[in-house]
Each structure stands twice: as structure tokens, then as C-alpha cells.
């Protein structure tokens, strides 16, 4: 558990020495986001509709950035080999690893929303909607970007593979956090959809480390 | 003790040293005297802490690098594992670090397989490999201190310090690591050596990039471990004047 805690301390640390990669994730989700309503025209009631679907993208694409280099600087300095040989279990590391990159690319997006929801006249209820989704959402997408990003580890030009390998994958999370946004709207009420994110995110909070340090080990070999 | 002789008497204590080798037999090393007026002596289970593999055949692509392979380490013997540029001495280590699988045979720590005794084994590990496993950004201390909580230890400042000190990196401890030279990044590499206290190192070309002083250093540190009953294993293309060691031709 120390040793969890420790990597995830180590992570963000190094994520202060180097502001670039956290900053990156969120300005491009920022800028993306921003590009609809500037391109569409200020059409309220269009803007309103298409609100949950670009900021959900959005929110997918960001996250995709840092994925690559989760685990490919410690595969490369040897850290990945030293957290193999560790007495901790290398899936608490790894779980380490993710919680890591959530807090890092994940949890800002989601502090950012309803900043962003407000250019797509997004009503208060809709917007607190909306930052539950991602809040469910977006630790799925480390989740589930941990494995391809494992399974990509020292592949030449696994940039493409990776995306290829985890973009249909976020397909669930796409539709079930929009639909909650869509749905509360639309005056029915966003509990079904919630509940379902949630249940996949359970899900994938319990298998995807396993899966994810199984590629690992082969990717060591 | 019911039966204990009276103080003044010397009683006799055999220790053991078991060879895990293939027929398993039992070896008996040597025989202690102590007074009984000292403290009733402990067995010393030396053979708890016993490396052995057995007929490992490692195979790369298509090309075996080599089969069969048995050798043995116990308390205060080191290996040296020699051979020519790709004869398999890093796959050899990275099989008894268990971060790669034999293709045959199996590696047994204190007679059990590695796979069974997993965290046993690992907490009783110290493996360098080629790359040093620091981290750039970040300075030698916190460098240290992340590789303890990656071993599952306690580190204290003084302690980290202390070795950072003897491998002659005062003054450096806090500068990120991206800044240091290369044989001062494979010294502060190197200085966990000294803080964790594993039974078995195994060290990949742990001379590499030093200069003569800390090679000098680095041997002094391994005999002393080797001395206090550890182990090691490592590759180097040097010679070098540690007692207890053998050679593993490959």
C-alpha cells in the first residue's frame, strides 16, 4: 500500500517538474471544446444539443494524450523491471500507476466542464449532471487506457495501434455519459445512465489493473 | 532445557548447509564449539537462504542461448556469470530475477521454485539491471527514497544520506538527477546498495561507467556483503579479487 501510494506521489511530482504534459491534456480539451460554438454559430438550442456529445469527445480525446507515456518512461529507465521484481505486488502498482494518471488528465477535465458547458448554455442542473459523468467517466477511461496503453508497451508506432485499440473501447463511456447529459435535459432524468457508468466503472476498476499488469509482464519478457 | 549440561561443559553444535542440488543431499560443513555458559546457540539456517537453478535452457527468437544450466549460490559464495558479448549473461540474470520465464529447467530459492515463493523471494532481491531505473527530473534523495518504497522499506534522511556520502555525491544529493554525469547517476544507482538490506544481489555490469575509486568502493561493498553471508551474482568482463566467488562460463 506504501509502495502504491508512493509511485502516485512520485507521479504527480514529476508532473510539477514538468507542467507541460498536464497542461497540454487540459488546454486541448479547453480548445477543443471551444472551436463548436465558435464554428456553429450562437444557436442555443443547437448548441444545447450537441453540448454533451462534443464535450464527452473532447473529454476522450484529452485523456488519449497522456496515454502513450504512462508506462513507456519507467519501461525505458528500468523503473518498469524494478516494479516487477518489488515485494508489493506489481498490480497495486500499476493501480498506483493509473490513479496517477487519472488525477493527472482526468480530474482536471472534469473540474473544467462546467466552465466549458456554460459556452453551450448548459442550465446549472445540467452542468452538475455533467461533472458527475465525467467524475464517473473519465477514471474509466485511465481504466480501460491503462490496458491498451500496456499492451502498446515498446511497439513501434503504437501511438496509432493504441488509439485503434482504445478508442472503441471508450465507446460505453462515450454513450452512457452523454445519454445522462442528453437525457436530463430532455426531462428524463440521468439515474439510468449514471447507474450503468458506474457499474462498468466498478467493473473495470476490478479487472482492468489484472489485465493491464498481465500485458505488462509480457511486454518485460 | 531439561538435560542441559552443567555450565563449564562444552556441547557440541553441528551446523548444516543443505545443497539443493539434484539429489538433494545433505551436506554437513562444519562443526562449533561453544561453552554452555554463553547463550544456547541458534542453528544457523543457512540453507533458508539458497539460490539454485536447474537445468534452465533459455531460448531467444530461434536461438538457444544456452541449456542445461545448473549452478548454486549459498551464504558468502557470489557468482560470476562470464562469457562473450551475447552469450546470455543478461537473460541469465533476468531469468534469476524472475522477470523472464526458462524455456526449461526451474530456479529455486531456499528449494522452492520462484514462482511459488514469489514475494519471499522478491523481498530477499536486489536486481541492477542495464538501465538505472532513475528517474531525471527528480533529485538523487527523492530518487533514493521512491526505490525504498518500491523495496518495501522504512529509509531515513541520515541513512540515504549517509550513503549518498560514501559513494561521493555530497553536495549533489539535491539536484535532479538529469544534471549528474553518467558514473554519478550509476553511483547514486548504486547507493541503494547500501541502504536495502537484501540477501541476493544481482547486479548486471555494476562496474560500468565508474571510475577507479568507486569501482574500488563497489568491490569493498560487495565482499562485505558477501562476507556478512549475502550472496550475489553478477556480470562483469573484469576480473576481480572478492573471496567466495566462482565463475559460471557461458
Known amino acids: ?221 | 532445557m531439561a538435560n542441559r549440561p552443567a555450565p563449564g561443559h562444552f556441547v557440541t553444535v553441528l551446523r548444516f548447509r543443505v545443497d539443493y542440488n539434484q539429489d538433494s543431499c545433505l551436506t554437513l560443513e562444519g562443526r562449533n564449539f561453544y561453552p554452555v555458559s554463553a547463550s544456547p546457540p541458534k542453528f544457523d539456517f543457512h540453507f533458508r537462504f539458497m539460490l539454485s537453478a536447474h537445468g534452465l535452457t533459455c531460448v531467444r527468437g530461434d536461438r538457444r542461448l544456452f541449456a542445461g544450466l545448473d549452478l548454486a549460490v549459498g551464504a558468502g559464495q557470489w557468482l560470476h556469470v562470464r562469457g562473450e558479448n551475447g552469450a546470455g549473461k543478461t537473460s541469465l540474470l533476468r531469468l534469476l530475477a524472475g522477470l523472464s520465464q526458462p524455456a526449461a529447467g526451474d530456479i529455486r530459492w531456499s528449494g522452492q521454485s520462484i514462482r511459488d515463493s514469489d514475494s519471499t523471494y522478491r523481498q530477499n532481491l536486489l536486481f541492477f539491471g542495464h538501465h538505472g531505473a532513475l528517474k531525471e527530473d527528480l533529485t538523487a534523495m527523492e530518487n533514493l527514497a521512491f526505490a525504498a518504497a518500491m523495496d518495501g522499506v522504512a529509509i531515513e534522511e541520515v541513512g540515504a544520506l549517509q550513503a549518498l556520502y560514501r559513494f561521493g555525491l555530497k553536495g549533489r544529493e539535491e539536484l535532479p538527477v538529469r544534471v549528474l554525469s553518467a558514473g554519478q547517476k550509476r553511483r547514486v544507482m548504486l547507493a541503494r546498495l547500501a541502504i536495502r538490506k537484501a540477501k541476493l544481489w544481482i547486479l548486471d555490469e555494476p562496474f560500468t561507467a565508474l571510475d577507479v575509486k568507486a569501482v574500488e568502493l563497489l568491490a569493498t561493498l560487495i565482499s562485505e556483503h558477501v562476507a556478512g553471508g549475502g550472496m550475489a551474482v553478477l556480470t562483469s568482463h573484469q576480473t576481480m579479487p572478492i573471496p567466495g566467488g566462482r565463475v559460471v562460463q557461458l
Not at chain 1, 477543443?32 to 480525446?61: D, N, Y
Not at chain 1, 448554455?121 to 477511461?141: E, Y
Open chain 1, 1 to 221: 500500500m506504501n509502495a502504491m501510494l508512493a509511485i502516485i506521489r512520485r507521479d504527480l511530482l514529476m508532473v510539477m517538474r514538468r507542467k507541460s504534459e498536464v497542461l497540454t491534456a487540459l488546454f486541448f480539451f479547453v480548445i477543443v471544446s471551444s472551436l463548436f460554438p465558435l464554428g456553429i454559430g450562437p444557436e442555443p438550442a443547437l448548441l444545447r444539443k450537441i453540448a454533451p456529445g462534443v464535450l464527452w469527445v473532447g473529454a476522450l480525446l484529452a485523456t488519449m494524450l497522456g496515454l502513450q507515456r504512462m508506462f513507456a518512461a519507467d519501461h525505458s529507465d528500468g523503473t518498469l523491471e524494478q516494479m516487477a521484481i518489488s515485494p508489493t505486488p506489481l498490480v497495486l502498482l500499476v493501480t498506483g500507476k493509473i490513479v496517477a494518471h487519472w488525477l493527472v488528465s482526468g480530474l482536471p477535465l472534469v473540474l473544467m466542464a462546467p466552465v466549458l458547458g456554460i459556452q453551450f448554455d448548459l442550465d446549472a442542473g445540467a452542468l452538475g449532471v455533467l461533472m458527475v459523468a465525467l467524475l464517473l467517466g473519465t477514471p474509466l477511461l485511465s481504466l480501460i487506457g491503462a490496458i491498451g496503453a500496456a499492451l502498446t508497451l515498446g511497439v513501434r508506432g503504437g501511438g496509432v495501434l493504441l488509439s485503434l485499440l482504445v478508442l472503441p473501447l471508450y465507446v460505453p463511456a462515450l454513450i452512457f455519459g452523454a445519454g445522462a447529459v442528453e437525457s436530463h435535459i430532455a426531462g428524463l432524468g440521468a439515474g439510468g445512465h449514471l447507474s450503468l457508468l458506474a457499474a462498468i466503472l466498478v467493473m473495470a476498476a476490478f479487472f482492468a489493473p489484472w489485465a493491464a499488469t498481465a500485458a505488462l509482464r509480457i511486454a518485460l519478457e
